[in-house]
C-alpha cells in the first residue's frame, strides 16, 4: 500500500481520506470475489471537488495471480502539469507509455499519457490545450 501511495497521492495528488483494515463481514469481499482466508484492508482516497472517488485494496494471507492482459479498465484524470506526472512517475521507475494525441469527441486537442501503476493497473493521464 505504501508503493501505491507514493503513486497516487505523491504524484498524482490524491488525499486519503480514511483507512480501514479488515473486517471479514465487509462488502467488498463478495463483490470482489476474494478468496476465503484473504484479509482485506484498503485506502479511500479523494481528489479536490471529488470526495471517496477511489478505493485502493490491500489483499493479504493469499497469493495473488497477475491480472491477465489485455487491461480491460483504466482510471482516467485530468492533469495540470503533465510532463511533471510523468517525470515523477518515472523516477518511482513506474512504465509510462509514449505519449499520445488527444482529440476529443467535440474537436479539442490535448496530449494523453499512460502510466502502469505498482499493481499493473492503468491510469491515463490527459490534458486539453487552452483555445488560443
Do not use: C, W
Not at 500500500?1 to 504524484?11: P, Q
Not at 495528488?13 to 470475489?33: L, Q
Not at 492482459?69 to 523516477?91: N, Q, Y
Not at 469527441?105 to 490527459?126: A, C, Q, S
Amino acid at each position: 500500500m505504501e508503493k501505491a501511495l507514493s503513486f497516487y497521492v505523491g504524484v498524482l495528488g490524491f488525499e486519503v481520506t480514511y483507512t480501514k483494515g479488515h473486517n471479514p463481514d465487509s462488502y467488498s469481499i463478495p463483490v470482489f470475489e476474494i478468496p476465503d482466508g484473504a484479509e482485506l484492508g484498503f485506502v479511500i482516497l479523494s481528489l479536490p471537488g471529488q470526495p471517496r472517488v477511489m478505493a485502493l485494496s490491500s489483499i493479504g494471507k493469499i497469493p495473488l495471480a497477475p491480472v491477465p492482459h489485455p487491461r480491460r479498465s483504466a482510471i482516467v484524470l485530468d492533469v495540470a502539469d503533465p510532463d511533471k506526472v510523468m517525470a515523477d512517475s518515472r523516477a518511482l521507475g513506474l512504465h509510462v507509455y509514449e505519449e499520445g494525441r488527444l482529440e476529443t469527441h467535440d474537436g479539442r486537442i490535448g496530449r494523453e499519457i499512460g502510466i502502469v501503476d505498482f499493481d499493473d493497473n492503468l491510469v491515463v493521464i490527459y490534458l486539453i490545450a487552452e483555445a488560443e
